[in-house]
């Protein structure tokens, strides 16, 4: 008796479908990706000490100290320059810091570096609000074209790290 077998056809994949779902795809994906920003801060981590610092007359060593009361300005050498208190509206003075920031700018032009050091329950908004016043200020001319202009410069290296535990005042 003669076998009969079944001739199978060969499977073929089917990519169509596939192809359509790519070709809708790709075009959407890259659409959007044009208006995506990240916002990125550049911060540097401070220089771990090797001992004690060579002391110079001329240098500065900024630190803008956050607490929840006020804002410290100092030089980790030279200590506090100057304390902002809150402003009338219970946030911090950042306009007060700005013009801070732009005197000190003014005596030490080739120090870009400072570091920011903020208490633990610091809200992020503030830390940002206050690197952003350390590291530019507004020009008059950028206040005329709103923000068209770029800023001047002040300190744009910022580091930031915890600040020191605060005796209470009596």
Do not use: C, W
């Not at 044009?34 to 001992?51: D, I, K, N, Q």
């Amino acid at each position: 008796m003669r076998v009969r077998r079944l001739r199978k056809n060969v499977a073929q994949l089917e990519v169509t479908a596939f192809i359509n779902v790519i070709v809708v795809l790709v075009p959407f994906l890259l659409s959007t990706a044009v208006f995506t920003r990240l916002s990125v801060l550049e911060l540097t981590l401070p220089a771990p000490s090797s001992g004690v610092e060579q002391l110079k007359v001329d240098d500065l060593k900024l630190e803008v100290v956050i607490r929840p009361d006020a804002l410290d300005v100092g030089d980790r050498i030279g200590g506090l320059i100057q304390r902002i208190p809150m402003a009338t509206a219970g946030h911090h003075d950042l306009a007060a810091l700005s013009l801070l920031m732009q005197q000190v700018k003014l005596k030490f032009p080739d120090t870009t570096t400072a570091t920011v050091l903020a208490q633990p329950d610091t809200p992020y908004e503030l830390l940002v609000q206050v690197m952003d016043t350390m590291r530019e200020a507004p020009t008059a001319a950028s206040a005329q074209a709103h923000a068209s202009a770029p800023a001047a410069a002040l300190f744009p290296d910022i580091s930031i790290g915890d600040a020191p535990i605060s005796v209470a005042r009596k």
